[in-house]
């Protein structure tokens, strides 16, 4: 079954200052590549997600790039702000519809 | 668009109880929504996958004697948690497929989540 490894499992970055989570996987059928965002007690939050034939993605401050050939995508937060303090999750996808979810990053941002 | 909702959102039971948790997809209709157990400090850890009109297809090690699915329409799916012991007691999410969403097939619009608390 696909596995998915994510890091770091923590972050700590000053306000301003950019954050990159990275997320492999070793299913070479994943065509489906998301990110969440979950604050303690709430629901998975999705912020940006890539499909299989694009490279990289950008919505505002938030980013994502994605290399099948090596199986890793990441997740590129900049000029980063108190409200993105959160803890971070990789879920790619498989035909199945199904999400793997990585671990989670916790993203800590000092102000 | 692609709300989805869950009720109750939170629950606390006596031992030995069953306890019913309903997600609902509200402005669209979901032919396959997936039930998933988050524990403290964890990841999301996928329990079943649910279509509409079949038999949900239970994760490995997942009783599905003790964790009753039922998807009886394309907007409802229940998961009953039968004789629940404490260790069963968790964060329980639902999500919702919507494939004609303008986010794509594959997207996933999750319910806000249901605590559960077993004494």
């Known amino acids: 079954g696909e596995n998915v490894e994510q890091h770091p499992s923590t972050l700590s970055v000053q306000e301003g200052d950019s954050a990159v989570i990275k997320c492999t996987y070793s299913?070479?059928?994943?065509?489906?590549f998301p990110w969440y965002k979950q604050e303690l007690g709430k629901r998975p939050q999705l912020i940006i997600d890539i499909r299989s034939n694009v490279g990289e993605k950008k919505d505002q401050r938030i980013a994502v790039t994605l290399n099948k050939t090596a199986k890793h995508f990441s997740l590129h937060i900049t000029e980063t702000q108190p409200e993105d303090s959160a803890v971070y999750f990789c879920a790619p996808g498989d035909s199945n519809y199904q999400l793997i979810w990585g671990a989670g990053t916790k993203l800590i941002i000092k102000p | 668009g692609a709300v989805v909702s869950q009720h109750p959102s939170r629950v606390i039971c006596k031992s030995g109880t069953s306890v019913k948790i309903e997600c609902r997809s509200l402005?669209?209709?979901?032919?396959?929504m997936f039930w998933y157990r988050q524990f403290p400090k964890q990841s999301l850890m996928l329990m079943a996958t649910s279509n509409e009109g079949s038999k949900a297809t239970y994760e490995q090690g997942v009783e599905k004697d003790k964790f009753l699915i039922n998807h009886a329409s394309l907007t409802l799916s229940t998961l009953t948690v039968t004789s629940a012991h404490p260790e069963d007691s968790s964060f329980y999410i639902c999500s919702a497929r919507d494939p004609r969403g303008r986010g794509g097939t594959d997207t996933q619009y999750f319910g806000p989540g249901t605590r559960l608390t077993v004494l």
């Open positions: 299913d070479s059928a994943s065509n489906y």
């Open positions: 402005d669209f209709q979901a032919t396959t």
